[in-house]
């Protein structure tokens, strides 16, 4: 066994490397995995987005507030305002993201391993190059379909327009403003979610090996070798303290590309925006929405995670020894 063999074996049990997956597999029953988190979090994005996009006056200022009045004026289906366009951008940009993310994390190990830090900051390190280039190469599918089904979450609401579905949002768009209209914001898009990412990736790859250190087990060791509910328990705290760092950290930046993708046709820069988020609230205005971001980035990201965990698994080839 050569030294690039063994320091990817030392990752043992718990990762299991891009080469090693069955891709037709991982795709096929990857898309169904993902589709099933989002419809049950999908909710927690529209409350979210709400939130960030309330005026000053706006009744509807907390999560509560805002669940009770998408009830009361549409039932459930309030809750699912845009979910069809994203389900339909969600696949691709999924599989885009998490093909740049496995091709990436194995190059940049060996890019880091030469500098002998740590196992922690090594899969840190690792983990956030892979997670903010998969981010930046996913955004040119994601940002459309961010951009459109904002819009279909906060139609009608504190004096947004009203769509007739998302076609009708792009068609509009693009009539006013060109194809550019479907990016705007890609700018802060690309912003707040590579860092979001990097940040999301880095703090899981860590936090896995911190935890595997405080429970007295070597994960770096080829003798490691964890039972499925330890390898379970610690991936979702790894997913937990993951989604509560990025969403700490990147919530003002979503804030205002929220605000500036859905009200910048409103003719508001993102200068504009700042200045009226510390007028209306003060410095607290940019974490507007951070309650449901930090549940949604938490649930998401554990759900996510031992689903992505799971599916990597179940496709992994069967090797002939």
Known sequence: MNANSSRFQSFGQTEINWDKLDKAKFYGIG????????????????????????????????????????????????????????????????????????TTKVGAYKLVEPFKFSEPTQAALANGLAGMTASLFSQAVFVPIDVISQKLMV?????????????????????????????????????????????????????????????????????????????????????????????????????IKTRLQVMGDKGKTARQIVESLIAEDGWKGFYRGLGPRFFSMSAWGTSMILAYEYLKRLCAKDEQT
Not at 41 to 58: E, G
Not at 242 to 253: E, F, H, K, N, Y
């Open 31 to 102: 898309a169904g995995l993902f589709t099933g988190i989002t419809v049950a979090l999908y909710p927690v994005s529209v409350v979210k987005t709400r939130m960030q996009v309330a005026v000053k006056d706006s009744t509807e200022k907390n999560a509560m507030s805002v669940i009770k009045g998408l009830l009361k004026n549409d039932g459930v289906p309030g809750l699912y305002r845009g979910f069809g366009t994203v389900i339909t951008g969600a696949i691709p940009a999924r599989i885009i993201f998490l093909t740049a993310l496995e």
């Open 155 to 255: 139609q009608g609401y504190s004096g947004n327009t009203r769509y007739n579905g998302g076609l009708d949002v792009a068609r509009k768009l693009i009539k006013s403003n060109g194809i550019r209209g479907l990016y705007k914001g890609f700018g802060l898009s690309v912003m707040t979610y590579s860092p979001s990412s990097a940040v999301w990736w880095a703090s899981y790859g860590a936090s896995q090996r911190v935890i595997w250190r405080f429970l007295g087990q070597n994960s770096a060791s080829e003798k490691f070798a964890p039972s499925h509910t330890q390898l379970i328990s610690v991936q979702a705290a790894g997913g937990i303290i993951a989604g509560a760092t990025a969403s700490c950290i990147t919530t003002p930046l979503d804030t």
